[in-house]
């Protein structure tokens, strides 16, 4: 049996002009090497002893490469395939991993199964295999709401979900009911700041830190793609002038959202707290609600004398009960097989062995992550699990945070939407000429970018 597993560091020290050039020119080498390599799982070979070759697994998760390493992972993959080699390449971190992936896309030395965002894919898409017709991505509940051009080009490991937290015992005392739709929401913050406020001078009724501003994200960041049922919306607003107009999804994302953060359901003063605090206050019950991920739970909870009475519930962000009840979920750690690979098959038979009960299902009871295969669920802790049961029509959003063209833009407008969150709570904010402005700058962003 063969082993080799090699724990490297990469150090890319890299200025803004390499990597300016790396991306150029990786598009054009890439698109010679990609039109489509056929690929199958199938044709990978129905005998594991007839694949061979060795390959270079790389990333970046360290919680990853401690189960990897404790679990002996390529012991047991050759167990199944003795003449295939696996190379663990373990890089410092992600902004290291993203530098020397560039690097060598454009030296035609990318690993041969590496790692993605969802706003990656698209940056690498010339670069990896199709994986459309494997069993991961059949039963991988996320991947083909990633695809690109009708591809699956990573399979990702996690999903992540979004969570609005609420104190059931708080809500039946003000009687107030779980909200479905928006206005329903609106309806229920007011009413618990009405009643709970008249005692309490620094009560919240939703609990957000906006003195650190990213607290918002669940609303400013997300709201967009929910109202459109677009998970794509920010690399959509990448290609049109006025994305901000009237009328546009995020026009109307962010009015919601105006009209909920100045009605004083945050509190006398959100912008003098940050998150820390704003879990801590939720957690003592000074407040009824905050909109967290799930990785807010163990701090709620940690925080909490009695945490009995928690619940939630998603974001209801329709507009009426006849809607479709959008919920965002983000898929994590794309795995793809690179063209740059010159074992293709044996690639995508570590692919298939990684997310197949051989592995997966250890791996992702290690993890605090939800499960993103159907045929390996995760049971979610039962807190998180009340908000499947109160929507059983849920519709899932596959979430992209934004791809090169979006990120272009973002910049050379300094658009920040978790910022604007918190300049809507600010004296003389005016949403419709702030949002005019960046129409405008919008447009003149994306002509002296050429993006199209």
Known sequence: MKKKVITTLLVCALTASTLAGCSGSSKEQGAAKTESTGVTSEAAGEKSGDLSGSLTFAIWDNNLNDFIEQNDMVGKFQEQYPNIEIEVEKIKDDTEYWNAMKMRASANQLPDVMFN??????????????????????????????????????????????????????????????????????????????????????????ACGLKDEWPDYPYMEFMPALESGNGQNWNTMAATDAPFAEGTDINKA??????????????????????????????????????????????????????????????????????????????????????????????IAFVEWFYSDAWYPDYINFVSSASSMSNFPKEKDPVLAQADELTKDKVLIMYDGGG?????????????????????????????????????????????????
């Not at 059949?138 to 979900?161: C, F, H, Q, R």
């Open 254 to 347: 962010y009015n919601k959202i105006y009209s909920l953060f100045s009605s004083g359901v945050l509190g006398k003063d959100p912008l003098g707290i940050g998150n820390d605090q704003a879990t801590s206050i939720f957690a003592s019950k000074g407040a009824a609600i905050i909109a967290l991920g799930d990785w807010g739970l163990q701090n709620i909870q940690s925080g909490a004398a009695d945490s009995s009475e928690l619940g939630t519930f998603y974001l209801p962000t329709r507009n009426s009960e006849s809607d479709p009840y959008n919920v965002i979920v983000q898929g994590d750690s794309f795995m793809g097989v690179t063209t740059h690979s010159k074992n293709q098959e044996a690639a």
């Open 117 to 206: 965002k969802p706003f990656t894919l698209s940056r690498f898409k010339d670069y990896l295999v199709d994986l459309s017709s494997t069993e991961a991505s059949a039963n991988n509940e996320l991947a083909s709401g990633y695809a690109i051009d009708g591809k699956v080009l990573g399979i990702p490991m996690t999903s992540g979900y979004e969570y609005v937290y609420y104190w059931k015992d708080m809500f039946k005392e003000a009687g107030v009911e779980v909200p479905t739709t928006w206005t329903e929401f609106e309806d229920a913050a007011k009413k618990l700041q009405e009643y709970y406020g008249k005692d309490n001078a620094d009560f919240m009724a939703i």
């Open 404 to 452: 090169d063209d979006f990120s272009s833009i973002q910049n050379e407008t300094t658009f920040d939407y978790k910022k604007l969150g918190a300049e809507m709570l600010t004296n003389g904010f005016d949403l419709k000429t702030k949002l005019a402005e960046l129409d405008t700058k919008w447009a003149e962003a994306r002509t002296k970018l050429q993006i199209k």
